[in-house]
């Protein structure tokens, strides 16, 4: 039973940790190195949330859209 536990501390500190590790140790040399992965989500995110209002807007001006409060069965 220590093995298996063992095992899944070697999967997860040795392995899965080991790019945060990396970008741990980047950050000590280049702070803006470390933090582009953050920056990409963040435009990531905008986009998306760009696309999604985008795409309500649409459907919005399309009469598509369902306000009735009992539009769904469970809301009855």
Known sequence: MKAFFEA???LF??????PLDAIRNLELSSWWGAN??????MIICAGALVY????????KANNEEN???TAHSFLK
């Open 8 to 10: 899944i501390q070697y």
């Open 13 to 18: 500190v040795d392995i899965l940790f080991a």
């Open 36 to 41: 582009t992965i953050n920056f990409l989500f």
């Open 52 to 59: 999604w209002v985008k795409q309500l807007k649409l459907h």
């Open 67 to 69: 306000q009735d409060t």
